[in-house]
T-cell receptor, first 112, second 113 residues
Framework: DSGVTQTPKHLITATGQRVTLRCSPRSGDLSVYWYQQSLDQGLQFLIQ???????AKGNILERFSAQQFPDLHSELNLSSLELGDSALYFCASSAGEAGELFFGEGSRLTVL | GENVEQHPSTLSVQEGDSAVIKCTYS??????FPWYKQELGKGPQLIID?????GEKKDQRIAVTLNKTAKHFSLHITETQPEDSAVYFC????????????FGKGTRLSVIA
C-alpha cells in the first residue's frame, strides 16, 4: 500500500459527460501529480501541484482541469468526454517538489 | 523537453535467466533515472533509481547502469523469478521542482517457470 488513495476505482460514462477523479496523497506529501496511462502510451504526465499551487503542466487537454485543496487532496476534472479519454488515470505524490513518486492504484475511466 | 525511449516493449525469459531492459533519454541535463515496476491492477512502484554521479547501482538481484555520454541506462534483473513478471518503466528527469518524471512506454516482462 503506497498510502495514496484514489477514488473512484472504476468509472463508466458517456461521451460529452463530465467526471471528477479524486486523490488523497500520502500523509505529509506536498506534491501531487496526475498521469494518464493508455494502451501503448505509457505514463503521460498531465499536471503537478505543490502545496496548492500548480508547478508543472504536461500534455493536459483544455477540457481537463485540476486543483489541489488546502488539505492537499487533489481533483482532476475531465469534461466533454470523448472515447479517446478512456484510460487509467494515476495520481502520485512526493514529499517535496521532486524525488520518488508514490502512485495510487488508479482510476479506470471508460467512455462509451 | 525530455523524451525517453524504452526497449524492448515485451520480453519473455525462462525462470532463472537474466533480463535486460534498455532506455535512452534526450535531455543531457537529466540527472535522475528511476525504474518503476507495475503489477497487474496496481500503480507503479519504485524499485531502484540512479543519479548521474553514479555509474552503477545494485540492490540484490536488480542493478541499473548509466552511461551519461551515450545518454542511456539499463535495468538488469538476474535469477528471474515468476514474481518478477510485471510491466517495468524507466524514467528520467532533471530533478528540480517543475520538471516531473518523463516515463518510457514500458516493458512487459514475462518470466516462464
Amino acid at each position: 500500500d503506497s498510502g495514496v488513495t484514489q477514488t473512484p476505482k472504476h468509472l463508466i460514462t458517456a461521451t460529452g459527460q463530465r467526471v471528477t477523479l479524486r486523490c488523497s496523497p500520502r500523509s505529509g506529501d506536498l506534491s501531487v501529480y496526475w498521469y494518464q496511462q493508455s494502451l501503448d502510451q505509457g505514463l503521460q504526465f498531465l499536471i503537478q501541484y505543490y502545496n496548492g499551487e500548480e508547478r508543472a503542466k504536461g500534455n493536459i487537454l483544455e477540457r481537463f482541469s485540476a486543483q489541489q485543496f488546502p488539505d492537499l487532496h487533489s481533483e482532476l476534472n475531465l469534461s466533454s468526454l470523448e472515447l479517446g479519454d478512456s484510460a487509467l488515470y494515476f495520481c502520485a505524490s512526493s514529499a517535496g517538489e521532486a524525488g520518488e513518486l508514490f502512485f495510487g492504484e488508479g482510476s479506470r475511466l471508460t467512455v462509451l | 523537453g525530455e523524451n525517453v525511449e524504452q526497449h524492448p516493449s515485451t520480453l519473455s525469459v525462462q525462470e532463472g535467466d537474466s533480463a535486460v531492459i534498455k532506455c535512452t533519454y534526450s535531455d543531457s541535463a537529466s540527472n535522475y533515472f528511476p525504474w518503476y515496476k507495475q503489477e497487474l491492477g496496481k500503480g507503479p512502484q519504485l524499485i531502484i533509481d540512479i543519479r548521474s554521479n553514479v555509474g552503477e547501482k545494485k540492490d540484490q538481484r536488480i542493478a541499473v547502469t548509466l552511461n551519461k555520454t551515450a545518454k542511456h541506462f539499463s535495468l538488469h534483473i538476474t535469477e528471474t523469478q515468476p514474481e518478477d513478471s510485471a510491466v517495468y518503466f524507466c524514467a528520467a528527469s532533471i530533478g528540480s521542482g517543475n520538471t516531473p518524471l518523463v516515463f518510457g512506454k514500458g516493458t512487459r516482462l514475462s518470466v516462464i517457470a
